[in-house]
């Protein structure tokens, strides 16, 4: 199926039979591309936001090693040696994406 407007387009693909692609295979089909925000893909080694909300039973899953470079929360007071981004400031967090990888905001 592609979905197609006057500036973008996208080709969703049925598997059917075929093994659930990487997510190495899915950012080989993207390429060019400078940054790819991907939801999902937790079990990995590339550079990640943790989303950890008030409520969530026990502390973030954040370790070393884990690819997890920030927690974005709505907990002000969480303690991390990870930068700790406010969970409803999007602005604050694609700063700190846009420098982490080194673009200008």
């Not at 693909?13 to 999902?40: F, I, K, M, Q, T």
């Not at 709505?74 to 700190?96: G, K, M, Y």
Request: proline share 9%; aromatic share 6%.
């Amino acid at each position: 199926m592609i979905v197609a407007s006057q500036k973008r387009w996208a080709l969703m693909h049925e598997l059917r039979v075929e093994a659930e692609p990487s997510l190495d295979e899915l950012l080989a089909r993207l390429s060019p591309a400078d940054l790819v925000l991907v939801e999902g893909f937790r079990h990995g080694l590339h550079p990640r936001l943790e989303i950890h909300r008030r409520g969530i039973e026990g502390p973030p899953l954040a370790k070393d090693g884990n690819g997890v470079i920030a927690i974005v929360t709505d907990i002000p007071e969480l303690a991390s040696a990870l930068p700790v981004l406010p969970l409803n400031q999007p602005e604050e967090v694609a700063r700190f994406i846009a420098g982490y990888f080194g673009f200008s905001f």
